[in-house]
């Protein structure tokens, strides 16, 4: 019997090619996993009406972690009885962090030394997705609780305490004092009671000229959803480019790992796709699990193939999905 349940969605796109190289990649590790596979997504939305069946609800419940490729969310008016299947996911399961580290890869042009993570509430702010329009008028509401902040300060200070002792609250409280104001004082409230960490504030418009000035300063960063959601993107493109971005979606209970990507329906079926965000994402889940050795061992054979190539294409070189993995399974 295997010592890991791991439900696994493909999702859209090149969730298809990235998670099937992903799990070559942990088995040939020793990663002792059953697989359960489910689905998710655009696809399946438009074959059957909903993009989350039941049976993939039973899955993330009956496993020790969900491993997800990536999920297409249509641009435009939203369709009948669609959700977009990852930000459905977080909302059910309650995974109010989502976890973004930025860290330096040997690939051209990243910036040298940057080791920090990115700390996003991951349920509310205006992804609550509550929007209307009257006439040429649209509004979206943005909803902020106490409970939240306070959730999402606590673990993005306990996160710091066990790195460099350092967060930085991102914030735009100087012109939405009621919303990012409760967000920026509720966080301050807890982090100033954590003897040892050094916490400071920032807006978010000057911490977007920061991170391209100088990201080493920062250490662990915490924002609210929208935020986080550009902002990681920007420290992305600092070290390679999302084709290197993993993330995790964790709550009290239950964990969702990820690419930063989304599912690149441009080259989707070409057999060209990047699985480096994948397999770093299965990183962080291994992390989570607490299989620290095999964590180990798959960010240093991919560090080593991202150094001696083969690279993809968004990464200079010419190598496929394929042959990049199996190289990372020849330096394992």
Same mark, same amino acid.
């Given at each position: ?41 655009? =696809? ?84 609550? =997705? ?16 106490? =409970? ?10 306990? *996160? ?27 966080? *301050? ?68 790992? =990820? ?74």
């Amino acid at each position: 019997m295997a010592k890991y349940r791991i439900c696994s969605i493909e999702g859209d796109g090149i969730g298809h090619e990235v998670i099937p190289a992903t799990r070559r990649v942990l088995d040939a590790a020793g990663f002792d996993a059953e697989y359960v596979d489910a689905e998710a997504g655009y =696809e399946y939305y438009l074959d059957h009406g909903t993009s989350t069946p039941q049976a993939t609800y039973d899955a993330v419940e009956n496993t020790d972690a969900t491993l997800f490729g990536a999920a297409t969310s249509p641009t435009g008016e939203k369709p009948p009885g669609f959700s977009g299947a990852i930000r459905h996911l977080r909302q059910k399961y309650g995974l109010y962090a989502n976890v973004r580290p930025t860290k330096t890869r040997p690939v051209p042009g990243a910036y040298e030394n940057v080791d920090l993570v990115i700390v996003r509430e991951n349920t509310q702010g205006l992804y609550v =997705e509550q929007e209307r329009r009257y006439g040429d008028v649209a509004i979206a509401d943005t909803v902020i609780t106490g =409970e939240a902040s306070a959730r999402i300060g606590k673990y993005a200070a306990e *996160l710091a305490m066990k790195r460099g002792k350092r967060l930085t609250v991102v914030h735009k409280a100087n012109v939405l004092p009621v919303t990012q104001g409760l967000f920026l004082n509720t966080i *301050l409230d807890h982090t100033n009671t954590v003897e040892g960490l050094t916490t400071n504030t920032m807006i978010v418009d000057n911490a977007a000229m920061q991170l391209v000035r100088n990201p080493r300063q920062f250490d662990v960063m915490v924002m609210t959803n929208m935020f986080g959601d550009i902002l990681s993107d920007l420290a992305a493109g600092l070290v390679g480019g999302l084709g290197i971005a993993a993330s995790g979606n964790v709550g009290d209970k239950f964990g969702i790992f =990820e690419s930063v990507h989304g599912s690149a329906p441009d080259i989707a079926g070409q057999g060209i796709s990047n699985p480096t965000a994948t397999m770093l994402a299965a990183v962080l889940m291994l992390d989570q699990l607490g299989d620290h050795d095999t964590a180990r061992r798959v960010d240093n054979a991919v560090n080593k193939v991202l150094t001696e190539g083969p690279r993809t294409r968004d990464l200079g070189g010419t190598a496929g999905t394929k042959e990049f993995t199996d190289a990372v399974i020849a330096a394992l």
